[in-house]
């Protein structure tokens, strides 16, 4: 496909109605994947390609100039794109099954779009290492967007230091949704639902200091009663007990709860745990579950670590998995029952498949060299945990990790060497352990898992015009896969701003 393209580039420039185009190198920005497509965002052609798995040809919708950012609306298909110039930005709603683009007016520049899990709202902020075409910049400012309303609120955040660092929004009250944006020296929480009611600013100077931590961790509880905050240079987890008011600023009233030295993560307790969050300490080597209040009671619990533990994901929703160095620890913060699992070597990459309580973790160097990626399992003892660890030996270290959404398959993208075949994609099968995989003729750069059509892309580096394998999930056949290639230039020939 790609010798087609360069034929076609070559017929425009000398017929002399393209050349323009041709005067500057194309970027177009990272791919974004939906459940049923790839999209790819042209900026120097203005166009969005539309890569879906089963048609003849990708397709092109046309979008404002000057595209820098694009994200994915959770739960949609559906795709929005920050663009315009300084004097007129905007923000851009890419409809695929339509092939429609809803266009809104910001009334400033920004670089980051952060979304509720769920999709509803969008927080744009801006990056303080980036200019952005401007000579100035009002890092106090935000914007709201809300996307089934088709709306954006401009939102002022009182700062007092550069640009938004961290955005979390709380679960969605019957009244209200807040959210929380952890600035240089605090904290700002609003209202999505009343964007027009000013943030609440709170400072994270703990009492009798004159230094203020950066926020590094944001964590609301299930019910948004509190938010749980991990600071730089504090042990103590930070904790804002917020009001439920509606209408005006919340009320929030801060606390700092000991726990034990060198603070490096927090995650929710089962639900059953009630007002409560789990720590991890590096430096005390151990694991906490804090009352939220800082009352110490029957039902707090710790466990004791090996030393070098500093991650901490849930496995279940009891329990957690917590790793570093060559060691993997599974704790069931109910019952408190533990379990210990020796690694090959330690981990670079760990993918947690939540439905299945089972963690896979990617470790290079393991024995001989070797790579391996090690499934943790679980099963009980009365008094104890048993940790499985089953090592899959990997040829080399896997370029690209990916899963479906449902968590059932991983892929990986391996290596495979000088020559084509040039990387091999692994389907795992989380449940069974079993293997497939498919032989591809380019190294893989990323992999994008696409429910709708139970395809897998396996997106190549190297050209900027676009570079894809599509095939089925767990294929082993090569003839099944379809490669894609400088489709960033689709449409391009129906400019007609470009033509005399």
């Known amino acids: ?45 203005r166009r969005a390609v539309i890569v879906t798995p089963g048609a003849t040809t990708p397709s092109a919708v046309t979008i404002g100039a000057d595209a820098r950012v694009a994200a994915r609306v959770p739960g949609a298909e559906a795709v ?28 400033a520049t920004f670089d980051r779009l952060t979304f509720s899990p769920e999709g509803r709202f969008a927080l744009m902020t801006a990056d303080a290492q980036r200019t952005a075409g401007v000579a100035a910049r009002n890092l106090n400012e935000a914007a709201l967007l809300d996307v089934a309303a088709r709306a954006v609120t401009r939102v002022q955040l009182d700062v007092e230091g550069l640009a938004p660092r961290l955005v979390a929004f709380g ?59 991990r600071a730089s240079g504090l042990d103590d987890v930070v904790v804002l007990e917020l009001g439920a008011e509606t209408g005006r600023p919340v009320s929030a009233s801060i606390n700092f709860v000991a726990g034990g030295t060198g603070l490096v993560g927090l995650s929710l307790p089962p639900a059953a745990a009630g007002a409560s969050v789990l720590a991890l300490f590096a430096g005390s080597a151990e694991v906490a579950l804090l009352d939220a209040r800082g009352v110490a009671t029957d039902s707090t619990r710790r466990l004791a670590l090996p030393a070098g533990i500093r991650s901490m994901e849930r496995l279940s929703e009891r329990r957690m998995v917590l790793w570093g160095g060559q060691t993997a620890v599974v704790w069931d913060v109910l019952d408190g029952r533990s379990g210990v699992a020796a690694l090959l070597a ?13 963690a896979l973790m990617s470790q290079q160097g393991a024995g001989a060299g070797a790579t391996v990626l090690t499934a943790l399992s679980v099963s009980e003892e009365p ?18 990790v990916s899963a479906s959404p449902d968590g ?13 075949p040039a990387a091999a994609v692994v389907t795992i099968d989380v449940r069974t352990l079993a293997l497939s995989e498919v032989l591809l003729d380019a190294p893989v750069a990323d992999l994008h898992p696409l429910l709708a059509g139970g395809v897998v892309a396996a997106e190549h580096g190297g050209n900027p015009l676009g570079d894809v394998s599509l095939f089925p999930a767990g294929s082993t056949e090569r003839l099944s896969v379809t490669r894609l290639s400088d489709f960033a230039l689709t449409g391009d020939l129906d400019r007609p701003g470009d033509r005399p």
Do not use: H, K
Request: charged content about 20%; overall charge positive; proline content about 8%.
């Open 80 to 107: 929005a794109i920050l663009s315009g110039s300084a004097r007129s930005p905007r923000l851009e709603l890419l409809e695929l099954e339509r092939r429609e683009v809803t266009s809104l007016e910001l009334t």
């Open 1 to 45: 496909m790609r010798a087609g393209w360069w034929l076609v580039a070559v017929a425009a420039v000398g017929c002399g109605r393209r050349g323009s185009l041709y005067d500057g190198a194309l970027a177009p920005l990272p791919l974004v994947a939906t459940s049923s497509a790839l999209v790819q965002i042209v900026p120097e052609t």
């Open 346 to 358: 330690p981990s670079d990459r760990v993918l947690i498949v939540e439905p299945l309580e089972r």
């Open 408 to 420: 059932s398959s991983v892929f990986l993208a391996v290596p495979t060497g000088i020559g084509a």
């Open 171 to 229: 679960p969605a009250e019957a009244t209200r949704r807040l959210v929380a944006v952890a600035l240089e020296r605090g904290v700002a929480i609003f209202d999505a639902t009343r964007p027009e009611v000013p943030a609440r600013r709170v400072s994270l100077q703990p009492p009798g200091s004159t230094a203020e931590g950066t926020v590094e961790q944001l964590l609301f509880s299930r019910d948004a009663r509190w938010l749980f905050l």
């Open 383 to 400: 008094n104890r945990l048993r940790v499985r660890a089953q090592p899959i030996q990997l040829a080399r270290a896997p370029s690209a």
